[in-house]
C-alpha cells in the first residue's frame, strides 16, 4: 500500500503564510502527480494545485499569484507554500498522489492524506 502524510497546518491570522508538506511512502515505483486539495465545511472538496511530473504546475484561480507547490520526486515529497492566506481559505488540506506501484504494470493509484487543518482567522 501507499501512505500519504500531510503536516504544517494549523491557525494563521489573514495576510500570514503557511507551509503544507506531504510525504508519499509504501509501494511506490513512480509518482505521476502529486495535488494538493481542500475541503471547507459544507463545501465539495476541491483542487488547490497540482503538481505533475516534469510538466508545469497547475492552480485553481482563487490562489493563483498566493500559493505554489513544490516537488522532491527523489523524496516523493510535495509541498504547498501559502502565503496572503484569507479567511475564504480555511480548509482541510489534503494531498493526493497518483501513484504507479510496479514497473510490471503500467496502471495507477489515486491515493490520499487524511488531511490537516488550516484556519485564518483574527
Known amino acids: 500500500q501507499v501512505q500519504l502524510v500531510e503536516s504544517g497546518g494549523g491557525l494563521v491570522q489573514p495576510g500570514g503564510s503557511l507551509r503544507l508538506s506531504c510525504v508519499a511512502s509504501?509501494?511506490?515505483?513512480?509518482?505521476?502527480?502529486m495535488n494538493w486539495y481542500r475541503q471547507a465545511p459544507g463545501k465539495e472538496r476541491e483542487l488547490v494545485a497540482s503538481?505533475?511530473?516534469?510538466?508545469?504546475?497547475n492552480y485553481a484561480d482563487f490562489v493563483k499569484g498566493r500559493f505554489t507547490i513544490s516537488r522532491d520526486n527523489a523524496k516523493n515529497t510535495v509541498s504547498l507554500q501559502m502565503n496572503s492566506l484569507q479567511p475564504e481559505d480555511t480548509a482541510v488540506y489534503y494531498c493526493n498522489a497518483i501513484v504507479r506501484r510496479t514497473s510490471v504494470s503500467p496502471l495507477v493509484t489515486s491515493y490520499w492524506g487524511r488531511g490537516t487543518q488550516v484556519t485564518v482567522s483574527s
Open positions: 509504501g509501494m511506490i515505483f513512480s509518482i505521476n502527480a
Open positions: 503538481g505533475p511530473s516534469g510538466r508545469n504546475a
